[in-house]
């Protein structure tokens, strides 16, 4: 299993620039979710999934869209960036059972100019 | 989810245990206490969770008073590589939902010295 993978690793963007950060997981699990981490911070939840076709928002979703249209992959959107959501993002995903773990990817660590 | 408390950095002797602290006095009945950690620049990984029991796994113990009130993890023999961030979350674990979610704070910098 490669587990939970995150691309880009990195990404330089423009304010009012858009992109799409991409989150895939192969362990077949029904929660996901996107955190950002800022310097000297915890990480803070943006959006999560408890399954396909299913999305709410965390602590902090202004600015991001989400979707679930497959089990496996979690795609978190930028519409128009803006220098405040520099910051590195990572992806999350656990069985929906309530004592298993939570995964996390790599990170993806974003620049907006 | 209850709030959690822990020190914002702590510093421990290569080889010695590392006794991290979590002060979340109000915990409810239902509620699990979960730690992970994040090395530099990587994302966060699993170490230990317990209810109410004292928990061991091979990486570390973790301690729940009484009360449950507080907790510590205890990293038996801390090696330079144990450098991280300490998160303590607590939230309920039931199946399903957004009780899956879990809300960190900033955590405990346990910084190893050689």
């Known amino acids: 299993n490669a587990g939970v993978t995150q691309t880009p690793k990195f990404q330089v963007l423009k304010t009012g620039q858009s992109m799409t950060l991409q989150c895939a997981q192969d362990m077949n699990h029904e929660y996901m979710s996107w955190y950002r981490q800022d310097p000297g911070m915890g990480l803070r939840l943006i959006h999560y999934s408890v399954g396909a076709g299913i999305t709410d928002q965390g602590e902090v979703p202004n600015g991001y869209n989400v979707s679930r249209s497959t089990t496996e992959d979690f795609p978190l959107r930028l519409l128009s960036a803006a220098p405040s959501q520099t910051s590195v993002y990572f992806c999350?995903?656990?069985?929906?059972?309530?004592?298993?773990?939570?995964?996390f990817g790599p990170g993806t660590r974003l620049l907006v100019l | 989810d209850a709030k959690t408390t822990q020190p914002p950095s702590m510093d421990c002797a290569e080889g010695r245990a590392a006794n991290l602290p979590c002060n979340h006095s109000?915990?409810?009945?239902?509620?699990?206490v979960y730690w992970y950690r994040q090395i530099h620049s990587q994302g966060p990984q699993y170490i230990i969770h317990?209810?109410?029991n004292n928990e061991t796994n091979e990486m570390a113990s973790l301690i729940i008073t009484e009360d449950r009130k507080s907790s510590t993890l205890i990293l038996p023999h801390a090696t330079l590589r144990d450098t991280a961030v300490y998160y303590c979350?607590?939230?309920?674990?039931?199946?399903?939902?957004?009780?899956?979610?879990?809300?960190f704070g900033t955590g405990t910098l346990l910084a190893v010295q050689p």
């Open positions: 979350i607590v939230r309920v674990a039931e199946y399903g939902g957004a009780t899956n979610k879990l809300i």
């Open positions: 317990g209810l109410k």
């Open positions: 999350a995903s656990k069985t929906g059972h309530a004592t298993e773990t939570q995964y």
């Open positions: 109000t915990i409810s009945g239902n509620e699990y």
